[in-house]
């Protein structure tokens, strides 16, 4: 069986490859090109160097819309990841209704980004209309925070899966021994369980973060950038950039923007594998 | 079981190139005849269009495919299909600002029999002496008002001549409002399914008699009617069924919703409303925006058009020939021009032109036979879409909060925002 799987393994990763290669390897290079170019459609490109790259660097709404997503994310990451693990923590504790509970928390998961951004822009606006606040539209503030709530109730659920998993996996004479030592409920999650989860930290660290950035129907949906593109993130102004504005510069200047943006993910979450990895433990 | 597995996986395989390859049979349509495909830009008339083209193609047995791109998605769907080998062969542009963007691929219509049946160089985007696409049709927008509600409130709509006067009713009404059970105004919603009845159709009315009394220069524009705008703009939002502060999450939809349900007189919008009014139609008119700037007793309705046809340069030249061929075809044989005055309910400014049903377009018509002139679409020069979202923020800011200096904020972004707008639209 498996001399024959050796033998036949170009065919079986052909269709794949080959697909992979048509979706992604082809149009990543295309796009890379095209990123030093002017162009109305693909086949147009005229090459202009480095000029697009020139452009952006000098682009406050694109420097401002990495500040807010920059922002964003730290907010984002930190509040997601800990209380996913809080609930996680609470929800393997054999409550009674514990699947109940992991259903429904997971459930926002379930619901497009789009929908959760109007459904949410509704609530956040009314409730700010009762306080008197300015509405979405018009408070920076507000989008910043929606957008935070927004993320925060549609993730968690799905993180908290996660941990669980995770805390599942934690052997319970471990758990055991530390109580026999007489650790208190504290050390053991802090010394045991916390070191034998951090391979689910590791993803949902990375989700979170690769998420935040690329967030994009979210902030479309809730804010589409208003006020004056102050709550537009990186994902939601490279489109802007490109379908928004009439011109072939624009073309270049996106495309160029996408670049950036796609070495910037690459390379943050990266670091964040790297830095997260080298803490994880064998039992 | 070996073998199957690896049949069914060959057949997958098999499969998938079939499908990739399946689509290249497509394009490449260039035979003798040639073929047209059209990208259309109004959903609304999706289903007549494909019934003219399918006309087209019985009387003459040339292909015309046509396509409809979705709302808001025309330039998106423009761009992915200009890429493709079978390009669009007619598609749309909607002004200079658009004409920008495709102007490589605008064929010159000079000389063409289609352009010899255009009513005059004000329907056609000319640059550089070249005509790059023909307005193919012509709309109107005032303010539209319920007759039936207005008697009710003891006024007419003859009174109404001037800004002075409008605003004189207008506030009469708003003042009895609780009494009389409807506002004004309806609601001046600056979602975005809607603010462009503001940031770009009521902004046109001081720029164009800015364009008339300053003349044109190209990047700048002075505001010489900003107080006028912001005149007009007190009236709608301070008059209307609803709290200012709320505007900035108020749809196109609560707007018709309210006119429909009786809840409010006024409505700024245009011939195309007709449809979604249709329930009420016999109680409304249209009447002059007046802004109280100009000649106001002889002011007419704002009639133009942003919508202009350009044919594909790149295709090959018999698909341009048989795409100018159908065009002309559309504007004079009996088949076309019916399909687009009376299926599509359009107003055509071409030679052959039948007279329309549309309500609004008839009262239009009738206004410009009595002598009034019609304020034109100058929109369409207005630099970029940020220009309009800008105007549109700074009015939305506002009508929340309608300080002096939240108003300096709306003519900044309409006079300042413009040079800018302008210089990053057209880089020197």
Request: charged fraction near 20%.
């Given at each position: 069986m498996e001399k024959a799987l050796k033998k036949y393994s170009p065919v079986f990763v052909l269709p794949t490859l080959l697909a992979f290669t048509i979706g992604f390897i082809i149009p990543f290079i295309e796009g890379l090109y095209l990123s030093f170019c002017q162009f109305t459609t693909v086949k147009n490109a005229k090459f202009v160097g480095l000029a697009n790259y020139k452009y952006i660097i000098t682009d406050e709404l694109f420097l401002n819309s990495f500040k807010f997503t920059v922002s964003f994310a730290v907010v984002s990451i930190v509040l997601i990841n800990v209380i996913a693990l809080g609930l996680a923590l609470l929800l393997t504790r054999n409550l009674k209704g514990t699947n109940i509970f992991r259903t429904v928390f997971f459930m926002p998961n379930l619901i497009g980004g789009i929908v959760l951004g109007y459904i949410w822009q509704i609530l956040i606006n009314c409730i700010l209309s009762i306080v008197g606040q300015p509405l979405l539209a018009l408070n920076t503030q507000a989008g910043y925070w929606g957008l935070i709530i927004l993320t925060a109730w549609q993730q968690i659920g799905y993180m908290m899966i996660i941990y669980i998993a995770g805390l599942q996996n934690v052997p319970d004479d471990l758990i055991e021994a530390a109580a026999i030592d007489g650790a208190t409920a504290w050390q053991t999650f802090w010394k045991v369980k916390l070191p034998m989860i951090m391979s689910s930290i590791t993803v949902c660290v990375f989700l979170t973060l690769t998420n935040s950035f690329k967030l994009f129907d979210q902030n479309l949906a809730l804010t589409a950038g208003d006020p004056g593109h102050l709550t537009e993130m990186l994902a939601l102004n490279i489109y802007q950039t490109f379908y928004a504005r009439a011109g072939m510069q624009w073309k270049g200047y996106g495309q160029a923007k996408a670049v950036l943006f796609c070495i910037l993910v690459v390379v943050i979450s990266f670091a964040q594998l790297r830095a997260t990895r080298s803490k994880e433990v064998q039992a | 079981m070996?073998?199957?597995?690896?049949?069914?996986?060959?057949?997958?395989?098999?499969?998938?190139?079939?499908?990739?390859?399946?689509?290249?049979?497509?394009?490449?349509?260039?035979?003798?005849?040639?073929?047209?495909?059209?990208?259309?830009?109004?959903?609304?008339?999706?289903?007549?269009?494909?019934?003219?083209?399918?006309?087209?193609?019985e009387e003459t047995g040339v292909p015309v495919t046509v396509v409809t791109a979705a709302s808001g998605e025309y330039e998106t769907t423009l761009m992915s299909e200009m890429g493709k080998e079978s390009a669009p062969t007619l598609f749309q542009v909607n002004g200079p600002v658009g004409l920008a963007n495709w102007k490589d691929y605008c064929y010159d219509l000079t000389g063409t029999d289609v352009y010899g049946q255009l009513l005059g160089d004000d329907f056609a985007l000319v640059e550089d002496g070249k005509v790059y696409g023909l307005a193919y049709v012509i709309e109107t927008y005032g303010i539209i008002a319920n007759k039936t509600l207005l008697e009710k409130a003891g006024h007419t709509v003859e009174e109404i001549t001037s800004f002075e006067t409008l605003k004189a009713v207008v506030e009469d009404i708003q003042a009895r409002k609780d009494e009389l059970g409807f506002a004004a105004f309806s609601s001046a919603g600056m979602d975005g399914s809607s603010d462009w009845r503001f940031k770009t159709h009521l902004a046109?009315?001081?720029?164009?008699?800015?364009?008339?009394?300053?003349?044109?220069?190209?990047?700048?524009?002075?505001?010489?009617?900003?107080?006028?705008?912001?005149?007009?703009?007190?009236?709608?939002?301070?008059?209307?069924?609803?709290?200012?502060?709320?505007?900035?999450?108020?749809?196109?939809?609560?707007?018709?919703?309210?006119?429909?349900?009786?809840?409010?007189?006024?409505?700024?919008?245009?011939?195309?409303?007709?449809?979604?009014?249709?329930?009420?139609?016999?109680?409304?008119?249209?009447?002059?925006?007046?802004?109280?700037?100009?000649?106001?007793?002889?002011?007419?309705?704002?009639?133009?058009?942003?919508?202009?046809?350009?044919?594909?340069?790149?295709?090959?030249?018999?698909?341009?020939?048989?795409?100018?061929?159908?065009?002309?075809?559309?504007?004079?044989?009996?088949?076309?021009?019916?399909?687009?005055?009376?299926?599509?309910?359009?107003?055509?400014?071409?030679?052959?032109?039948?007279?329309?049903?549309?309500?609004?377009?008839?009262?239009?018509?009738?206004?410009?036979?009595?002598?009034?002139?019609?304020?034109?679409?100058?929109?369409?020069?207005?630099?970029?879409?940020?220009?309009?979202?800008?105007?549109?923020?700074?009015?939305?800011?506002?009508?929340?909060?309608?300080?002096?200096?939240?108003?300096?904020?709306?003519?900044?972004?309409?006079?300042?925002?413009?040079?800018?707008?302008?210089?990053?639209?057209?880089?020197?």
């Open positions: - | 070996k073998k199957l597995l690896a049949l069914v996986l060959a057949g997958v395989m098999a499969f998938s190139m079939v499908a990739c390859g399946g689509t290249e049979t497509e394009g490449g349509d260039t035979d003798a005849t040639g073929s047209v495909y059209y990208l259309n830009f109004k959903p609304e008339q999706d289903q007549q269009w494909q019934d003219l083209a399918a006309k087209y193609t046109n009315l001081p720029l164009t008699f800015e364009y008339e009394t300053e003349g044109i220069t190209p990047g700048t524009v002075k505001g010489t009617y900003l107080d006028n705008y912001r005149n007009i703009w007190d009236l709608y939002i301070n008059n209307a069924t609803c709290d200012p502060a709320e505007l900035s999450a108020k749809t196109g939809n609560d707007a018709v919703t309210e006119m429909v349900e009786g809840k409010a007189v006024f409505y700024q919008n245009g011939t195309w409303a007709a449809g979604d009014l249709a329930a009420i139609i016999d109680d409304l008119t249209m009447i002059p925006l007046y802004i109280g700037v100009g000649d106001e007793a002889n002011q007419g309705l704002c009639t133009g058009s942003e919508n202009y046809w350009c044919v594909n340069s790149q295709a090959s030249q018999t698909d341009i020939d048989a795409t100018l061929a159908f065009l002309n075809w559309c504007v004079t044989s009996e088949t076309g021009v019916n399909g687009m005055c009376k299926e599509m309910g359009f107003v055509i400014p071409f030679a052959k032109a039948l007279p329309a049903d549309n309500k609004f377009v008839q009262e239009a018509d009738a206004m410009i036979a009595a002598g009034k002139k019609s304020v034109g679409w100058n929109f369409p020069t207005m630099p970029s879409e940020e220009w309009k979202n800008g105007v549109g923020q700074a009015l939305t800011a506002y009508a929340a909060d309608q300080t002096d200096a939240n108003w300096d904020a709306v003519v900044a972004a309409f006079v300042d925002g413009w040079a800018t707008e302008y210089a990053l639209a057209n880089p020197a």
